[in-house]
């Protein structure tokens, strides 16, 4: 089911078209016979004519409102289909930080932290993975609507380890 403004934007498309195509319509058939017109005028007198110099311009305007009018806009199906890729590449790179975070936990007793330090990494570590997880299969089911809140709430617990835990990324 479309918007109210995916719908509004359509109808502006529509109108844009049959607007552009009237007025492309209406100025070929001027330019046409004006420009056989005119490029006799000119031969016969070699004074180009002032229509003659400001078709050049027109011309251009059209060529423009031309492409325009036939330019790509994707269609749902195709932003759907933009939607599932990215959500699988999110995916993909959240599976690839699923095995960093499994390194984070193996360099722990590396970091040289206290006991209740160590406590407090390894829980946000474990909150880190949970969400990344959560995060992996909102992706891979191509819920496009919930992967920015989770990836969100990742991004949060991220923070809150770097703020916790300064020292480690300062060395």
């Known amino acids: 089911m479309q918007s109210i403004s995916q719908l509004k934007l359509r109808l502006f498309q529509r109108k ?5 195509f009237f007025m492309i319509a ?5 330019t046409s016979s004006a420009n056989k017109d005119h490029n006799a005028l000119s031969e016969n007198t070699e004074k180009a004519s002032k229509h003659a110099l400001s078709n050049q311009p027109l011309k251009k305007i059209m ?16 932003l759907d289909r933009l939607r599932s890729r ?20 193996q360099l722990e007793k590396k970091f040289g932290l206290s006991q209740a330090e160590s406590q407090r990494f390894r829980e946000l570590t474990k909150q880190l993975q949970t ?5 992996e299969r909102v992706a ?6 919930a992967i920015s809140p989770a ?9 809150t380890c770097h703020q916790e835990f300064h020292q480690i ?3």
Not at 86 to 105: D, G, K, V, W
Not at 131 to 135: D, G, N, W, Y
Not at 140 to 145: I, N, V
């Open 140 to 145: 891979m089911a191509g819920q496009t609507e």
């Open 63 to 78: 060529n423009e409102l031309n492409d325009l009018l036939f330019e790509q806009i994707p269609t749902e199906l195709e």
């Open 86 to 105: 990215y959500a699988l590449r999110i995916a993909e790179n959240t599976t690839q930080s699923l095995s960093t975070i499994e390194e984070m936990l």
């Open 131 to 135: 969400q990344a997880q959560a995060l």
């Open 151 to 159: 990836l969100g709430r990742m991004i949060g617990i991220c923070n």
């Open 169 to 171: 990324y300062s060395e």
């Open 16 to 20: 844009c078209f049959f607007l552009s």
């Open 26 to 30: 209406s100025l070929a058939s001027c």
